[in-house]
């Protein structure tokens, strides 16, 4: 159990500068996941933290210590690596046990614990194997329990799940959660996946070309993205967007000539600002044609998903997807109704990327430039 | 449909392959031979019947009889052993080093490979100037105190550096194969390792130094068979010692050289070949039987 905090923190090699200045706290005890597309800094973030890395500028500290110049032996940090990085020499057990090994514990209290261990990641059957007789789901469970026999203060996750198959995957993350819940200790968990992020994250980062773009609950980053990349980062399928000027009386914008509903206190304040719209597929309202209050739209193709549907339309040029029911049927080609509802809808700026919202200016972290009201 | 190149005639090839058949044939088989030959026979001291005679293995009996013949066996093995281990752990340190990119790895990697290419008679002739203890490098040793270094007069002393040189010229070599084997390590495991919190050497010796026993296992087969009967050995031994002091250096490829080509004594030297060969025989069957089983992981 550990509190991590990060001080803006940079990292360069040469002239590139990889990461911007970062700063994060991350709560004793709390499972961090930082998500991103690849090349935004976040394994080379997750690196620095371990010791793998050297840190360009700033400072980083485990429970108050300042480890920048420390061992990743002396920062009592366990790490889980995206290839597993298992000793092919060694047997299991001895790919568990050679922390304690290295520790200097003692032959028969390293047993001990081994076993133990072994059985919380279901692998006491496996001990004699060597790693290339594993499947990679066994793997994944020699580099977890290599991770927890030390009894770390952090847990660090590279990408752990991103070698497995998608029943498999979905399979460890019940289980790293479940392992997060018993040990308790801090996590930090890299992913690409977005879906992995949501399900784990007590504390969500996104991250971006080197920047933090917003850091929250899983839940807050859904309904509340910071920036346009956040919205159509988070969310599958992605998020839909059109570019438009919010309307004088502030309380609208138009998508082909006809007027969509915003929340008003918000329009009022940025009247005849450019924004883009985005609203997610699950939002938007697909109804006959002709309904009243929506925009006419050609069905262009609809993907099946059993459960329900995802239909694409097409409107003057602009393409949407919209999540529609199991039995909303939709003919392709044919003509329906698109309704966006205004609780529903996310503007954020064109200038800037940030989202236009009723916070005050000064809260919007780090924002460049204020957005003209 | 097969698609192959036929070549009628049967002369072209035959042109083709005749140099090297012409290589292996007058210096491989006809000396391989020739030993065969001389080591079963003798030629009549004061000439007689223009050939020689068929003795058996009156050859064998008295080169095993002789004492300083097993003299020279040991020497030679202790020879092996020592300068093979020697030249390993050095570049085995070395190419960690490089491994770890420490500061100017870059420009030592290229110096590293230099010894090398030096022909062996070279490297003796250069560590005879360098280790002579009257006017060498090494001579200033003698001013501290007198004959702390001389290989002239003491047998250890040119034992050592007959080993310096081979040892010397070898860890380039080894130095190549092992920087990359080591390279072929994932980072990723070397990594982990220093997450489970070991150092430098213990991740050398626990994780780098197990995964490169295959590399390893070939250079000591290597190694040890150069240092035992190669050209090497020869003309070290030959420009640095010629065998001395007192045959304290006089290894199995040296004593069969001199024997055969200043002693003339073919039959007996042919003879120790022949035992020389069935002893490499045997080290070699040893060394895949027995050790190349543990280094393989699976």
């Known amino acids: ?373 | 449909m097969n698609k192959r190149t036929v070549f009628k005639s049967w002369w072209l090839p035959v042109l083709f392959a005749l140099p090297q058949l012409l290589l292996i044939v007058f210096f491989f088989y006809w000396p391989a031979i020739s030993v065969f030959n001389w080591a079963f026979s003798l030629e009549p001291a004061f000439g007689g019947a223009g050939e020689r005679l068929f003795v058996g293995f009156d050859n064998f009996r008295e080169v095993f009889a002789d004492g300083e013949y097993w003299r020279s066996v040991s020497l030679s093995l202790f020879f092996a052993f020592t300068a093979t281990g020697l030249s390993m752990l050095i570049a085995f340190v070395l190419a960690i080093c490089v491994d770890r990119q420490l500061k100017g790895s870059g420009i030592f990697r290229f110096f590293y490979i230099w010894p090398y290419a030096i022909a062996a008679p070279a490297v003796g002739l250069a560590f005879r100037f360098i280790f002579a203890p009257e006017s060498g490098l090494i001579a200033v040793v003698n001013t501290w105190s007198p004959d702390l270094w001389n290989p002239a007069k003491f047998g250890s002393h040119a034992m050592i550096l007959v080993i310096i040189c081979f040892a010397w010229k070898w860890i380039g070599y080894n130095f190549i194969f092992m920087t990359a084997g080591l390279q072929s390590i994932p980072r990723s495991l070397l990594e982990a390792s220093s997450m489970d919190g070991s150092g430098p050497v213990r991740r050398a010796l626990d994780i780098q130094l197990p995964l490169l026993a295959p590399t390893l296992f070939f250079l000591l087969v290597l190694n040890l068979t150069e240092s035992f009967v190669g050209p090497d050995t020869y003309g070290i031994v030959d420009l640095t010692t010629e065998g001395g002091p007192n045959k304290a250096t006089d290894m199995m490829v040296y004593r069969i050289v001199s024997e055969a080509f200043r002693g003339l004594n073919y039959s007996g030297a042919a003879a120790q070949s022949l035992v020389l060969i069935g002893l490499i025989m045997v080290f070699t069957f040893i060394q895949f039987r027995f050790v190349e089983r543990r280094v393989h992981y699976k």
Do not use: W
């Not at chain 1, 290599?146 to 979905?170: C, M, Q, T």
């Not at chain 1, 992020?197 to 080197?210: E, F, H, P, R, S």
């Not at chain 1, 915003?262 to 009022?268: C, E, F, K, T, V």
């Not at chain 1, 006419?296 to 995802?310: H, K, M, Q, T, Y």
């Open chain 1, 1 to 373: 159990m550990a509190e991590i905090g990060i001080k803006n923190v940079r990292k360069s090699y040469g002239q590139t500068q990889i990461l911007h200045g970062v700063d994060l706290n991350f709560k004793s005890g709390e499972f961090v996941v930082i998500l991103g597309p690849s090349g935004c800094g976040k394994s080379t973030l997750l690196r620095m933290i371990a010791g793998l890395e050297e840190i360009s500028a700033g400072e980083i500290s485990i429970d108050n210590k300042v480890v920048n110049d420390l061992e990743p032996r002396d920062r009592g940090c366990s790490m889980v690596f995206q290839n597993y990085a298992l000793y092919p020499h060694m047997n299991v057990a001895a790919n568990i046990g050679y922390a304690l090994k290295v520790a200097g514990v003692p032959r028969a209290e390293r047993d001990r614990r081994i076993l133990e261990t072994a059985k919380i990641v279901g692998l006491e059957e496996l001990l004699n194997r060597k790693p290339a007789q594993l499947s990679g789901g066994q793997r994944q469970r020699v580099a977890m329990g290599r991770a927890i026999i030390r009894e770390p203060k952090v847990f660090l996750f590279d990408e752990p799940l991103s070698n497995l198959d998608a029943k498999l995957r979905v399979q460890m993350r019940v289980e790293i959660r479940r392992l997060h819940k018993r040990l308790s200790a801090t996590s930090v968990f890299v992913t690409h996946d977005q879906v992995e992020a949501m399900t784990l994250a007590d504390k969500l980062i996104v991250m971006n070309k080197g920047h933090v773009e917003q850091v929250g609950t899983p839940l807050e980053i859904y309904h509340r993205p910071r920036t346009r990349f956040v919205g159509s980062f988070i969310g599958s399928p992605a998020m839909n967007f059109f570019e438009t000027t919010i309307a004088p009386g502030g309380d609208r914008v138009l998508l082909d000539g006809i007027a969509q509903a915003i929340d008003p206190l918000l329009g009022s304040k940025n009247a005849g600002v450019k924004v883009a719209v985005g609203i997610r597929p699950e939002h938007c309202r697909l109804v006959p044609a002709g309904t009243v209050n929506s925009v006419p739209a050609n069905v262009d193709f609809v993907e099946e998903l059993g459960s329900g549907r995802i239909v694409h339309v097409e409107i003057d040029g602009l393409g949407f997807a919209v999540s529609v029911e199991e039995d909303q049927f939709f003919e392709q080609g044919a003509m329906a109704g698109l309704q966006l509802p205004a609780e529903h809808i996310h503007l954020f700026s064109q200038e800037t990327g940030l989202r236009l919202d009723d916070a005050p200016v000064a809260l919007r972290q780090s924002a460049p430039k204020t957005v003209a009201a």
